[in-house]
Structure formats: C-alpha cells, structure tokens
C-alpha cells in the first residue's frame, strides 16, 4: 500500500489532482491510499497517524505555505517523497534546501504527473536500501541515503553519513552495491549527487559542510549528472 497526501487549499485542484492519481494507479498497478487536505496545519494535526510516502504539495496557501510545511517534515523525515505542485516558478530554488523531488506546475501535465509518480516511487523503493558496513569496530547496516561521499585513502576507504566508518574495503566494490544517485568523481572519491549544493571547476560543496575535490575536466560530467537526476 502506497500512502499519498494532497495537500493544496483549491477543491478543484485537488479534485483534479486526485484523479490523476487514480488513473495513475490504475495504469500502474499500484495500491494507493489518498489523503486530502486544505492547508498546512490540518494535515500537521494528523501527521503522526498518517505519514504518507509520497506528498503532493501546494505553495501559496494561507497560514503556513507549503514550502515552511516541507522545511518542518524535513527535520524529521528524509524519505518522504515531495513533489511541489504550484502555479508559480519563483520558488524552484527553495526546493534544494528540503531535497523536493519535482517542481510540477499548474496546469500539471498528465504524462509528466505519472512520470514523477513513478520516480518516486522507485526513490522510496532505493531509500530502503541498505549498505553492510564492516570495521574492525562494529558492523553496521547503513540507509544509503544517509551518505553524503566516499573516499579513498591507499587501501582503506571512509564513508561519510552523519558520522564517517572507516574499513578496508576496495572503492570498486562499494561502488557497485550503490545506486544512480551516486557518482564516482576521479580516482579517489564517491558523491551522493542528492547532497550537491555547488559546484565550480575545483570543487563540490556538499549539504554537511564538506567539500570534494575536482578532478581537472570533471566538472561538465557532475553537471550533467545533477541535471538528469533532476529530470
């Protein structure tokens, strides 16, 4: 069962969302449970009895907008799926600080619509991945979402997330039990293209405060990386 909340203060879009939806399961086979609700606050009352998957959410609503609402759920939930559905491209930019999935705007695209419904429904498929870290410490079982890079010092290798794991263990290898969200970045170092929020000719600046070095000439190739992780 698939939980997805509507949340936008205009019946009608909702209405038009909601059957969008539904056509979206029907051709997809997927179970869909859907919530509605018309402004922030209503759908905080009942967040903890109904978590969804996926949240389909309006901006400019009165009270609290949709972006506040997403920077709050952020706090405590890295896994939602959010998708921004609104009339207005001026707050693109915002949707990096909460980590959105997709920008939809009004009127939405049915094709696309049932685009970014499949997307995200493969990200929170990849967010239920595990990574088996084992140190001479501890073994741990690490969402891999959590990490932000990897790299590579002679025969060892550190993974940062949250806190960094350090074990002997070839770059190579842990590269192949990753996923598309993670690209290798010069001999020495993997990056979660998820955790990018600038890049120049020399360097990548990641959500945590770290930076990578860039390989002369790779600048281009995360780009392009970043831009159709997007799409």
């Known amino acids: ?6 949340c936008d203060d205009n019946a009608s879009e909702r209405a038009y969302i909601k059957s969008l939806v539904l056509d979206w399961a029907n051709q997809s086979g997927a179970d869909v449970l859907v919530h509605e609700f018309s402004c922030a606050e209503a759908f905080l009352f009942s967040y903890e009895e109904q978590r969804p998957d996926i949240l ?8 609290q907008s949709g972006v506040e609402l997403a920077k709050k759920l952020r706090r405590e939930d890295k896994t939602m ?15 990096y600080d909460v980590a959105a999935l997709h920008y939809l ?3 939405v695209n049915r094709e696309k619509f049932f685009s970014v419904l499949s997307r995200a429904v493969e990200k ?6 595990r990574l088996l870290l084992e ?4 073994t741990v079982l690490l969402p ?26 070839p770059l190579k290898e842990i590269e192949s039990e990753l996923d ?3 690209l290798r970045v010069g001999r020495s170092y993997i990056v979660n293209l998820g955790f990018i929020i600038r890049v120049t000719r020399s360097e990548i600046y990641l959500k945590d405060g770290k930076t990578v070095p860039l390989p002369r000439g790779a600048y281009e190739k995360v780009n392009r990386a970043i831009i159709a992780m997007k799409m």
């Open 1 to 6: 069962m698939l939980t997805l909340t509507l």
């Open 56 to 63: 389909l959410l309006d901006i400019e609503m009165p009270g």
């Open 81 to 95: 799926q959010i998708v921004f559905i609104t009339a207005y491209s001026d707050y693109i930019s915002e949707g």
């Open 105 to 107: 705007l009004k009127p």
């Open 124 to 129: 929170i498929a990849d967010d239920g991945k």
């Open 135 to 138: 140190t001479p410490d501890e």
């Open 144 to 169: 891999i979402y959590e990490i932000s890079h990897i790299e590579v010092i002679k025969n060892y290798i550190t993974v940062h997330a949250g806190r960094d794991y350090t074990l002997k263990k």
């Open 180 to 182: 598309g969200r993670f």
